[in-house]
């Protein structure tokens, strides 16, 4: 006990520091966000932001389950929040404190609302479709003018896909997202949670299996932008990063992505505050800072991705409005799906099947 | 009086390695043993209590599922089955190149041994990832080593070499090299050199003297080696994630995909445990090697 | 038995079984053996005396084939050696540290070489009986080295080193890591084996006692030279120079000029002790050079009544005597202070009159106790 004195100087001596200067931590996906948002919000409010990034939903969601992530505003993507609202790892919006929430979208908003109740527990950050990015000169001269770059045959069917083998096929490594998008291919519904249905994505996605050379979630960013791959399914916003890199790098890479004439996943990226955030009154504030219309335009801009935030809409390039791969048309929006949120036996069996697909045991 | 705070010095000392087995290792092994045991939920944590106290009563729920689970789907069987073969292979590999390596250092002259062992244990100075990563950079198909080779006309097209088992034995043999030149060289450093000469000496060729001499000496050096470069191996994650292909089945990866994917934390713990026990015996080698490489002179 | 039998170095017919030429091994700068030239003849047992660094370890290696000459040839048996790599030598070495193989039992270390000849197994086996029972160790064919003891492991180097019936038998310091008792008795032990198996040993050592009892002649090395070459006898009785008389032994040496060169006699006049030493045979020199006398202690005889000869007395006071059993070593200071060394055999178990210290004593010696060497 006659320690005690001295381990609380040392206590006091740690915390003094940090408690002089308020600290926020923030928990968002890789190259997600705009390079002066951080610094900004630094600026208005006085709080210091700890910024980690992750790439994974299952990551994220490790960190959830587990809790004392000390992490204050994370972003989980809709069928991942609802199963961690679930669990209890989120506290409910004090609504009070976001000022910018009528910024939002009504109708995306309640679109969100099918996954967290009342909106209850979060807001849209940022919203997208997975689809496919592809490398235009690659594609042309193995396939020639008429290349069906408008469909999911590029990749799902075995033909075409074993002739753009040797310049690289990656998939994004998304059970979820992509067992889906193969049912969605064969006719069959994408919200399915038929066993049956299942299998046959699987058996479609086993079928083109040999022409795909992995299977990752962010690496096809930078793989895509050099040429080492030259068809990517993956997530709207990234595969428009690669292009821009490419047209940085000046490589003679032209990338572009498209939403499937079949149809896509949509999905949003939510703004939570876990249930244990160290500091939920710094957490809200930046939740509301990043509803500003001029914050949000700032980010999509930067990001090429969709957000939620009405108000920031006529802030928005020209350029990011006017494309359909970010903001489909009203006909391809009829054909976009929403996740489904699986329960435990779903989830293991789509997951299995997924380990089956990739490594055929 | 003195030998009494000697011994009580003495006690304090072996209590010191003692605790930190506790804390670092039977602590932890316990929690993950409690986990195997328990029942998925979707909660936080997301796994069900194992024992509940109910008035008077103290429930406890053991969910022996998990263990049958890793039996009844070929997956997991198969899993560790290839992690210990990519393990042996690999051991077997570092064996292949790093057995000269040891030798020549140890019977380079005294004053440069520690200038070659530095070289050995210069790659620990950078980051591991980033020097998977860097195996990234040479391997991929636009990468340094096919650009050579397409450079000076050797090959036209690129030789798939990431995303491949050979990446993830050239990554794991690369990483772990040093875990098998140390202690070889710690033994073969110890060897006396009259040995060879009395071999020599009594008629044995050069590879007569390390067949019947050197190898036999080195056994113990060898086998510890071995084991260093198998028992992590077994288990590696990253390695396999970032330079194997999809299709490379590892247990690491299986342990991670039940964390994550299915957020089945009981299952990935009976994952975790089953390789353990798997990995006691070449442990307990281990052991009987390094003691063996120490008592020898 | 005829003198070239038993000395063939006396007879200038007989033909050298190791024939070394010149031979020269340099380490660096260093030459650690230089321009060697030595003749060993068939069944000697010669040893290789000298002190660390004088190089005798070297030219045993060379001899085993371990290090390559700079310059120079080695011959064994007629047979020029100088491309044969060791384990093609028809020499076998016992090493210092006996590098027994510590993973063997001691029949498969003595059965290794006979291995390496590809011999039929049962005569492997009866090979190394015979060498087990050799050196006694018949009953510990199945043990490890570790399980051995130190004269027990010296054995089985011993019993292994002569397993393949080599011509030519090296020896490094075959006894230094013995006990003084037990190196005695091996000593005695390693002649015997010498005798029965007929075999050429060469023996470095340090030791000159362990020299002077094992050799048929011993060769003295200093700074990678052989200073003298010479049966154990003249080694101590006739040095070839001070070192030679130092090294071996203990000695006293006066320095003197000559002060008369007679026809069978000389005198020297040493100032070291004050006095003239009378030397009774001729010795090749011009009077007023310098030279030295060196005088062995147990040549030297001391009394506390003055000796009835003239010369070569001294007279001194008793400085110091240690008691060593068999004998006693006195220093005596002399008038001048100079030291000399004396030995004393004890021979009654209570003298009477015992030398003490403190005695005033005369010293006295022979006239050709002394052995007169240049400077």
Redesign the interface.
Known sequence: MKHLPLATLIAAALAAPLASAETLNVYNWSDYIAEDTIEKFTAATGIEVNYDVYD?N??L??K????NSGYDVVVPTSDFLQ?QI????YQPLDKSKLGNLGNMDADLMEGLAGYDEGNAHAVIYMWGTTGIGYNVDMIQERLGDDAPTDSWSLVFDPAVAAKLA?C?ISVL?A?TELLPAAMNYLGLDPRSTEKADFEAGADLLMAVRPY????HSSQYIS?LA???VCVSVGWSGDIFQARDRADEADNGVAVTYVIPKEGALQWFDTMAIP?DAPNPDAAHKFIDFVMDAQITADITNYVWYANGNAASMPLVDEEITSDPGIFPTDAAKQNLWASKVYN?RQ??TV??L??KV???? | MRRLLGASGKRWVVSVPGLWLFVFFLVPFLVVAKLSLSEAAIARPPYLPLWEWDDDYLTVTLNIGNYRYLIEDTLYINAFLESLRIAFFSAIFCLIIGYPMAWYIARARADRRNFLLMLVILPFWTSFLLRVYAWIGLLKPNGVINNMLMGIGVIDQPIPMLQTDFAVYLGIVYTYLPFLVLPLYANLVKLDESLFEAAEDLGAKPVHTFLTVTLPLSMPGMLAGCLLVFIPAVGEFVIPALLGGADTLMIGKVLWTEFFNNRDWPVASAVAMVMLVILVLPIMLLRNAQSAAEGRT | MTVSDDQPWRDPSAQPFLRIKGLSKHFGSVAAVDKVSLDIYRGELFCLLGGSGSGKSTLLRMLAGFETANAGSIEIDGQDMADVPPYRRPVNMMFQSYALFPHMTVADNIAYGLKRERLPRAEIASRVDQLLSMVQLGDFAKRKPSQLSGGQRQRVALARALAKGPKLLLLDEPLGALDKKLREETQFELMKIQEETGVTFVVVTHDQEEAMTLATRIGVMRDGEIVQVATPREVYEYPNSRFVADFIGSVNLFEGRVSEDGEAHMRLDCADIGAEIYVGHGVSCTPGQRLWVALRPEKVRVSTQPPAQSHNVLQGVVDEIAYMGGSSVLRVRLANGKLVHVTQPNLDRDDAHPVSWDDAVYLSWGDTAGVVLPV
Do not use: C, H
């Open positions: 994974s299952e990551v969601e490790a959830m389950l587990a809790g199963r679930a669990a209890g790892a040797d690289g490594d059970p795909i050379r992995y299977f793989d050099n040429g080492d249930v435990a989830d293991r997951t299995r997924w380990t990739k490594t055929g045991q």
